[in-house]
């Protein structure tokens, strides 16, 4: 098997839109009144999900490289308390974040330096490959629910 392929593919993954809408087309051209609105039956805010991606993202990055790493208190740690970003600023900052770590762990991805079947050394057993294709899911999960509650808020051409 060609771990070159693999390492590419990762990389793909993490960011492509070739099956479904990707993170950057989800979350462009919201407006700022918008980004804390919820929705009757559906749990979250734009800015609760945004959120979520960009703490859950880090936690697993930082679970991939820091020795040292912490493990957060779940659920609590994990979702913002309001629904309202803090600011216009908190709204770009989250994105901005979002997009450096994905960056991240796409070179974490390509490192040769880093077997991705190996376990992590501060882990209990998972791999950098697990890690990498579960921030991937997730984001993916995620991003869809950003493109379904844009749509419940008449903010999304499809």
Known sequence: MDHQVIRE????????????VGFESTIE???????GK?????????????EHIRICQWDIL???????????????????????PPSSQAWDESI?????????LKQLAVDPQVDLTSEIPHGDGQTYYRELLLVADHNAYHVGQ???L?????????
């Open 9 to 20: 593919h990762i990389v793909r993954l993490l960011s492509w839109e070739e099956a479904h």
């Open 29 to 35: 051209d919201i407006p700022e009144e918008l980004r």
């Open 96 to 104: 901005r974040q979002v997009l450096a770590d994905r960056e991240a």
């Open 38 to 50: 919820t929705v009757e039956n559906f749990p979250h805010s734009l800015w609760q999900l945004l």
């Open 62 to 84: 930082d679970f991939c490289i820091n020795p040292e790493y912490q493990e957060m208190e779940w659920p609590k740690d994990y979702w913002p308390t309001s629904p309202t």
């Open 150 to 158: 844009r749509r419940l808020l008449g903010i999304w051409d499809s």
């Open 146 to 148: 950003l493109a379904m």
